[in-house]
């Protein structure tokens, strides 16, 4: 699973993209600061099962703390995109193909009106309509790859429209979409064969496919800045989070020098030794200003939406010693996995390993120490040793 992060120029999604990962990122306020893209590793929080067991945890994969599981999950961060991206404007569509890794967007919106569409310097612009725009030049963008590839097995569909599914799921597998996602698509518009796709119907085919395969969740970044009420008046249209993405990379960053204790997502966090004074006024006043308003800088929350809410993600632990929970070694718990809910053990098997999976005999379930078969359900929080052949 990859969570990508987008939005028009000088938005914050390299400041966004650091606060959660902590990689390197340059940030500046100026456009198009990022043009090769970022990959970086965040993390999502869910109680440890180390509470369960009652068992101080090790984990290798993943950390845990105060019994809260911070479980690893990739992320990307591009190039800003600008209107008529997806005909080359801007840094052209080129870039718009980092996008085609990512399982589900993260949209981030400056929300003061302080950057135009281009994500340059200005003052009262509308964010409402970057809302809009941007999705579009997403869903544009991915209706030119499903024609393209359309174009190329057209042809052959003409007279053998039995593999269209297939074809489809071949032609496209550069955008990260399943056969399983194109079918459920291909079912809505009850198309069945080739000859049904009409333009018209590509473009319906894309727009729907990009919305299961690639949903976009929106951002209100800056919110610090928002001094012209915006996020007021756009929260009630809108499915939108306040975030200010400057804090979290501040606290994040204090944190990480230990001048600060600061949990991510936390509503607040602990003075330690050796801040001098202008660093304290510099995070009190963040703290005034954005954890006690909002009660978060709402960065960690967002990752966390887009991980268990749009990509149905749950939190699994594989174990080798089900007496211990332990690895070989002796390891408590120390693999936490994300996996799509609905998963059975035998698709854990295959994560873990392909030859566990494919010499898969059972499974037992640490938690009720119940053996299970490979279609087995897993749960959030489950911890499971898999038993598989030699
Ligand atoms: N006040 C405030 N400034 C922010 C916030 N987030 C980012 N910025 C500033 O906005 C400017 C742009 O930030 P970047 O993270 O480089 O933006 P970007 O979207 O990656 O920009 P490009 O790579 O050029 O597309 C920088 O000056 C940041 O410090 C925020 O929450 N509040
Ligand atoms: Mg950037």
Not at 123 to 133: F, L, V
Request: glycine share 8%; charged share 30%.
């Amino acid at each position: 699973m990859i969570v990508g992060v987008v939005g028009k120029p000088n938005c914050g999604k390299s400041t966004f993209f650091k606060a959660l990962t902590l990689a390197d990122a340059e940030i500046a306020n100026f456009p198009f600061t990022t043009i090769k893209p970022n990959f970086g590793v965040g993390y999502v929080r869910s109680e440890c099962a180390c509470k369960f067991f009652n068992l101080n945890c090790s984990p290798k994969n993943s950390y845990c703390k105060n019994k809260t599981r911070f479980t690893p999950i990739k992320i990307i961060d591009v190039a800003g995109l600008v209107p008529g991206a997806h005909e080359g404007k801007g840094l052209g569509n080129q870039f718009m193909d980092d996008l085609s890794q990512a399982d589900a967007l993260i949209h981030i919106i400056d929300i003061s009106g302080r950057t135009n569409e281009k994500g340059e310097p200005t003052e009262g612009y509308d964010p409402e309509q970057d809302i809009t725009w941007l999705v579009e030049e997403i869903d544009l963008w991915f209706a030119g790859i499903v024609k393209r590839n359309w174009d190329k097995i057209k042809g052959k569909m003409q007279h053998d429209s039995k593999n269209l599914l297939k074809e489809l799921t071949s032609q496209l597998s550069g955008l990260r979409v399943s056969e399983g996602q194109i079918k459920t698509v291909l079912d809505g518009l009850g198309i069945t064969e080739g000859p049904q796709f009409t333009d018209e119907k590509i473009r319906m085919f894309a727009r729907t496919l990009r919305e299961n395969s690639k949903p976009v969740m929106a951002v209100a970044n800056k919110i610090d800045l928002d001094s012209a009420g915006n996020f007021e008046r756009l929260k009630d249209k809108y499915d939108i989070t306040p975030v200010c993405a400057e804090a979290e990379l501040a606290f994040k960053e204090a944190g990480r020098k230990g001048l600060i204790d600061y949990n991510p997502g936390d509503s607040k966090f602990e003075v330690k030794e050796g801040l001098d004074e202008k660093q304290k006024k510099a995070l009190d006043f963040l703290k005034t200003r954005i954890l006690d308003k909002y009660g978060s800088t709402g960065v960690q929350q967002c990752l966390e939406n887009a991980v268990f809410k749009m990509l149905n993600q749950i939190v699994v632990y594989p174990v080798e010693n089900e007496n211990k929970t332990a690895d070989s070694k002796g390891n408590v718990l120390p693999d936490s996995y994300l996996i799509t809910e609905g998963s059975t053990a035998l698709d854990l098997a295959f994560k873990v390993h392909t030859d566990i999976g494919s010499k898969f005999i059972n499974a037992i379930d640490c938690k009720t120490k119940m053996r299970v078969g490979k279609y087995h359900k897993l749960k959030n929080g489950d911890v499971l040793k898999i038993v598989a052949g030699r």
